[in-house]
T-cell receptor
Framework: AQSVTQLDSHVSVSEGTPVLLRCNYS??????LFWYVQHPNKGLQLLLK??????LVKGINGFEAEFKKSETSFHLTKPSAHMSDAAEYFC??????????FGAGTTVTVRA | NAGVTQTPKFQVLKTGQSMTLQCAQD?????MYWYRQDPGMGLRLIYY???????DKGEVPNGYNVSRLNKREFSLRLESAAPSQTSVYFC?????????????FGQGTRLTVV
């Protein structure tokens, strides 16, 4: 069975400072892992995905995530937050092609 | 290229009323999904359809029915709406397999049951 735990329900950062969103997963197999972003009243957009190639994955808008199998983690980072990064972020795991399991989400607030 | 289109965007129902949420995709993907999003709970899978002609229950199917009308369309029906079904509903499709897997989402339907 697969599951995802996002360790922070809310993260608040100042503009220009680093952002770290933490995600741990459990999976019986080698999973695919994703980060999606949802801006207010919008649908979900793919930020990046890990699919057993490079462990450091680069995504859109300066985000990247590192897959650490030994820690079963897939944390999302960005070196310098921008006001437009204020959104909700979801970590997602998939063991097969048909079922995506979502974390509860992390809301990011960016202070001017 | 519209991608995944959901209708309606907003809906208010009275308890006991029925309605159907529509979803259409023009991406030629085989699999389609219905999720509900509730605060603090992420997205939970209601039903999915791996291909035209098949449907399966997800985590939270009670109170819902689905129809995969053709490859493009996947509808979600609430036969007798309850306040617990107040939520934001997302339709999604998935392309590819393994390393090429990626999900695409509609803009959501915000449903309130009073």
């Amino acid at each position: 069975a697969q599951s995802v735990t996002q360790l922070d329900s809310h993260v608040s950062v100042s503009e220009g400072t680093p952002v770290l969103l933490r995600c741990n997963y459990s999976s019986s197999y080698s999973p695919s892992l994703f980060w999606y972003v949802q801006h207010p009243n919008k649908g979900l957009q793919l930020l990046l995905k890990y699919t057993s190639a490079a462990t450091l994955v680069k995504g859109i808008n300066g985000f990247e995530a590192e897959f650490k199998k030994s820690e079963t983690s897939f944390h999302l980072t960005k070196p310098s937050a921008h006001m437009s990064d204020a959104a909700e972020y979801f970590c997602v795991v998939s063991e097969n092609d048909y079922k995506l399991s979502f974390g509860a989400g992390t809301t990011v607030t960016v202070r001017a | 290229n519209a991608g995944v289109t959901q209708t309606p965007k907003f809906q208010v129902l009275k308890t006991g009323q029925s309605m159907t949420l529509q979803c259409a995709q023009d991406m030629n993907h085989n699999s389609m999904y219905w999720y509900r999003q509730d605060p603090g709970m992420g997205l939970r899978l209601i039903y999915y359809s791996a291909s035209e002609g098949t449907t399966d229950k997800g985590e939270v199917p009670n109170g819902y029915n689905v129809s995969r009308l053709n490859k493009r369309e996947f509808s979600l029906r609430l036969e007798s709406a309850a306040p617990s079904q107040t939520s934001v509903y997302f339709c999604a499709t998935v392309k590819g397999s393994g390393a090429r897997t990626e999900a695409f989402f509609g803009q959501g339907t915000r449903l309130t049951v009073v």
